[in-house]
């Protein structure tokens, strides 16, 4: 017979398991997942963060905050004349700048190793429209969030801990929704630029509320126990959540996004606080997860609320395909390439907010100073040239823009004549734009939401510059050209800025179906080639289009250092173009940026090309930088 020691504490037997505390163990799991994607979110900040000293240091980050308005300042186009008295005194009247100077040696290995990465993780998988670099981030998330779930968890009989990493992700979730988050300071990305995660986080939310809940139904199935899935509050709460669920992500799908947006937009809202409030009436440990992502929104809406501006605009339609709408009583508060999110009341669409570039930049900086209403006259004179921005007619919002545009207008003429040149001839016997024909633009109240985004990169730090365009994606490279452009003014012929401007070669590209699509931005092509032509500013810029449909050539207007294609092009093979003559001139080591704009499968081409140059040539350019806007819902 055994005799038991009934002295000191029992001891459990051997193969004694004891009880899986869903609600102890599992909170824990959701804690180090969320642990590791903040960590994650640092690293990228601590990889951006030269780019953002450097921003810091030139002061150009604290740029396109909020537009403001600024009376009286003496507006003084940039093409005026320079003083002398302005100028740097390093820069002599007549002699060249000089040549780019040989390239460190940390700036040719970072420049290869950089190279080396933008080979693989710039390469778009076909299908999918997200880049190698874009994949390897959702993969490392997915996998922590499903080894998380996974890890020593009796799934079958407790899915609990699929839900608790189902909340664990609203932080993430919303931080990347957020269009005025502190993250598109801290990662150098505009909210466009980082709305992948949010998407396919939100798809992965699905994922792990979908395991959490058909695993407890069927458990209970499993156990004769499915009435209470009809009787119990906490489950027919649960129910209600995840119905609410699948309507968000329903109601989310692209062709949605794409094709009705605005109700996209409404009803996303009004089902994500529906959503908030059923899943804690389901769980109370929902609570804590559910604080954050409204302190997010609320943070975010507040920022919008301060930077929001009603504004006068006029409406200009040089056709039936596109609506240019300026705004001229502003004076700053962007930068180059961001975008606003405009409401403009008219025939009772109150609630519609559209993205549009900007394509013009600030008036401290923009070449461009004529624009054709004479009523503008007088805020042209007070605020420069203001804000310009262009609707393509895509939908039924942007056609009835047009439409508003060119009512009420003479019918022999009609709004295009304000784009339409009187033809003369210049000092250097070139032929160009001395003045325009003027109409009246049809004036109209706007609402203006921004601005937004921006190009991650500076590409004034480059000397050679591509910017490639397709249809309306134009609006955003038009604008880096005026900003460039404008620039290299102030660094070498006004002495105004700190000569660290590098920018000596910009090639323009843009794929337009017809000849008269070039007449919409004709204005302004012509007053960036007036001003580049100063043989002063060491500065070439180069025009080319590339049309795809034979229209009418003639009906097009003679533009300096410019020329035009009849075919469809190969971005790849316009980039090789382009960076042979670069390495066969003297400036092949002063880095190449390119800059693409327009549809998806544009974009993708440009970043599969620059993809392609590798870490050897990139090397051998100085370093090579891509931004790109896919013009897309």
Same mark, same amino acid.
């Given at each position: 017979?055994?005799?038991? =020691?009934?002295?000191?504490?029992?001891?459990?037997?051997?193969?004694? /398991?004891?009880?899986?505390?869903? #609600?102890?163990?599992?909170?824990?799991?959701?804690?180090?997942?969320?642990?590791?994607?903040?960590?994650?979110?640092?690293?990228?900040?601590?990889?951006?963060?030269?780019?953002?000293?450097?921003?810091?240091?030139?002061?150009?980050?604290?740029?396109?905050?909020?537009? #403001?308005?600024?009376?009286?300042?003496?507006?003084?186009?940039?093409?005026? /004349?320079?003083? $002398?008295?302005?100028?740097?005194?390093?820069?002599?009247?007549?002699?060249?700048?000089?040549?780019?100077?040989?390239?460190?040696?940390?700036?040719?290995? @970072?420049?290869?190793?950089? &190279?080396?990465?933008?080979?693989?993780?710039?390469?778009?998988?076909?299908?999918?429209?997200?880049?190698?670099?874009?994949?390897?981030?959702?993969?490392?998330?997915?996998?922590?969030?499903?080894?998380?779930?996974?890890?020593?968890?009796?799934?079958?009989?407790?899915?609990?801990?699929?839900?608790?990493?189902?909340?664990?992700?609203?932080?993430?979730?919303?931080?990347?929704?957020?269009?005025?988050?502190?993250?598109?300071?801290?990662?150098?990305?505009?909210? !466009?630029?980082?709305?992948?995660?949010?998407?396919?986080?939100?798809?992965?939310?699905?994922?792990?509320?979908?395991?959490? &809940?058909?695993?407890?139904?069927?458990? #209970?199935?499993?156990?004769?126990?499915?009435?209470?899935?009809?009787?119990?509050?906490?489950?027919?709460?649960?129910?209600?959540?995840?119905?609410?669920?699948?309507?968000?992500?329903?109601?989310?799908?692209?062709?949605?996004?794409?094709?009705?947006?605005?109700?996209?937009?409404?009803?996303?809202?009004?089902?994500?606080?529906?959503?908030?409030?059923?899943?804690?009436?389901?769980?109370?440990?929902?609570?804590?997860?559910?604080?954050?992502?409204?302190?997010?929104?609320?943070?975010?809406?507040?920022?919008?609320?301060?930077?929001?501006?009603?504004k006068d605009a006029y409406l200009e339609a040089p056709d039936n395909l596109i609506t240019l709408i300026h705004i001229p009583d502003v004076s700053g508060g962007w930068i180059a390439g961001q975008h606003v999110r405009i409401?403009?009341?008219?025939?009772?669409?109150?609630?519609?907010?559209?993205?549009?570039?900007?394509?013009?930049?600030?008036?401290?900086?923009?070449?461009?100073?004529?624009?054709?209403?004479?009523?503008?006259?007088?805020? %042209? !004179?007070?605020?420069?040239?203001?804000?310009?921005?262009?609707?393509?007619?895509?939908?039924?919002?942007?056609?009835?823009?047009?439409?508003?545009?060119?009512? =009420?207008?003479?019918?022999?003429?009609?709004?295009?004549?304000?784009?339409?040149?009187?033809?003369? @001839?210049? /000092?250097?016997?070139?032929?160009?734009?001395?003045?325009?024909?003027? @109409?009246?633009?049809?004036?109209?109240?706007?609402?203006?939401?921004?601005?937004?985004?921006?190009?991650?990169?500076?590409?004034?730090?480059?000397?050679?510059?591509? %910017?490639?365009?397709?249809?309306?994606?134009?609006?955003?490279?038009?604008?880096?050209?005026?900003?460039?452009?404008?620039?290299?003014?102030?660094?070498?012929?006004?002495?105004?800025?700190?000569?660290?401007?590098? @920018?000596?070669?910009?090639?323009?590209?843009?794929?337009?179906?017809?000849?008269?699509?070039?007449?919409?931005?004709?204005?302004?092509?012509?007053?960036?080639?007036?001003?580049?032509?100063?043989?002063?500013l060491d500065l070439e810029v180069h025009f080319r289009f590339f049309v795809t449909c034979f229209c009418d050539p003639d009906a097009l207007p003679p533009l300096r250092n410019s020329e035009v294609t009849q075919t469809k092009?190969?971005?790849?093979?316009?980039?090789?173009?382009?960076?042979?003559?670069?390495?066969?001139?003297?400036?092949?080591?002063?880095?190449?940026?390119?800059?693409?704009? &327009?549809?998806?499968?544009?974009?993708?081409?440009?970043?599969?090309?620059?993809?392609?140059?590798?870490?050897?040539?990139?090397?051998?350019?100085?370093?090579? $930088? %891509?931004?790109?806007?896919?013009?897309?819902?």
């Amino acid at each position: 017979m055994q005799v038991r =020691d009934l002295d000191g504490a029992p001891v459990p037997p051997a193969d004694f /398991e004891p009880l899986y505390n869903s #609600y102890v163990t599992d909170p824990i799991f959701a804690r180090r997942f969320t642990w590791v994607w903040v960590a994650g979110t640092l690293a990228f900040v601590a990889l951006y963060s030269p780019k953002l000293l450097a921003g810091l240091r030139s002061g150009r980050i604290w740029q396109g905050w909020a537009i #403001y308005e600024r009376f009286n300042h003496g507006y003084q186009s940039i093409d005026h /004349e320079p003083i $002398e008295e302005k100028r740097s005194p390093s820069h002599t009247p007549g002699r060249d700048p000089p040549g780019p100077s040989r390239m460190p040696v940390a700036r040719r290995l @970072t420049s290869l190793i950089k &190279g080396a990465a933008d080979f693989v993780q710039l390469r778009v998988v076909k299908g999918s429209n997200l880049d190698v670099g874009q994949i390897i981030v959702l993969a490392a998330y997915l996998v922590t969030l499903l080894v998380c779930v996974i890890y020593q968890a009796p799934l079958k009989s407790n899915s609990n801990r699929a839900g608790f990493l189902s909340l664990a992700q609203f932080p993430f979730v919303f931080i990347y929704a957020a269009k005025s988050s502190p993250l598109t300071l801290l990662l150098g990305r505009g909210y !466009e630029k980082l709305n992948f995660l949010h998407r396919w986080a939100g798809r992965a939310l699905f994922l792990t509320a979908t395991i959490h &809940g058909s695993l407890w139904i069927s458990f #209970y199935i499993r156990n004769n126990q499915a009435s209470i899935l009809l009787t119990e509050d906490k489950e027919r709460r649960g129910e209600a959540t995840y119905a609410l669920l699948c309507l968000i992500v329903l109601g989310s799908l692209k062709p949605v996004r794409r094709f009705a947006y605005n109700y996209f937009y409404a009803f996303h809202t009004l089902a994500t606080t529906a959503f908030f409030i059923s899943i804690c009436y389901h769980t109370p440990y929902a609570v804590p997860w559910v604080v954050p992502p409204v302190a997010f929104y609320t943070f975010d809406f507040l920022v919008r609320l301060i930077r929001m501006r009603f504004k006068d605009a006029y409406l200009e339609a040089p056709d039936n395909l596109i609506t240019l709408i300026h705004i001229p009583d502003v004076s700053g508060g962007w930068i180059a390439g961001q975008h606003v999110r405009i409401r403009i009341f008219f025939d009772g669409r109150v609630f519609e907010q559209h993205p549009l570039s900007i394509l013009n930049a600030p008036p401290t900086v923009s070449t461009f100073a004529n624009y054709p209403s004479t009523s503008e006259k007088v805020e %042209l !004179e007070r605020n420069g040239p203001g804000m310009m921005l262009a609707a393509r007619n895509c939908g039924d919002w942007s056609n009835a823009l047009n439409r508003l545009a060119r009512s =009420d207008l003479p019918e022999d003429k009609g709004s295009a004549i304000a784009l339409l040149p009187v033809h003369g @001839t210049g /000092e250097d016997g070139h032929e160009e734009f001395h003045e325009l024909e003027t @109409t009246e633009g049809r004036r109209v109240g706007v609402m203006i939401d921004g601005p937004f985004g921006g190009p991650s990169i500076d590409f004034a730090q480059s000397e050679n510059v591509l %910017l490639i365009s397709g249809g309306s994606g134009a609006t955003f490279t038009l604008g880096i050209l005026d900003d460039l452009v404008g620039r290299v003014v102030l660094d070498r012929r006004l002495g105004k800025a700190s000569r660290t401007i590098r @920018t000596r070669k910009i090639h323009f590209v843009w794929c337009i179906k017809s000849y008269g699509s070039i007449l919409w931005f004709m204005r302004q092509f012509q007053a960036v080639a007036k001003v580049a032509s100063d043989p002063s500013l060491d500065l070439e810029v180069h025009f080319r289009f590339f049309v795809t449909c034979f229209c009418d050539p003639d009906a097009l207007p003679p533009l300096r250092n410019s020329e035009v294609t009849q075919t469809k092009p190969v971005i790849s093979d316009v980039l090789k173009e382009f960076v042979g003559d670069v390495v066969a001139s003297d400036a092949s080591r002063g880095g190449l940026a390119v800059g693409a704009s &327009g549809p998806e499968r544009l974009t993708s081409e440009a970043r599969n090309a620059v993809a392609n140059i590798g870490p050897i040539m990139a090397s051998r350019l100085g370093g090579v $930088e %891509l931004h790109t806007e896919a013009y897309c819902l």
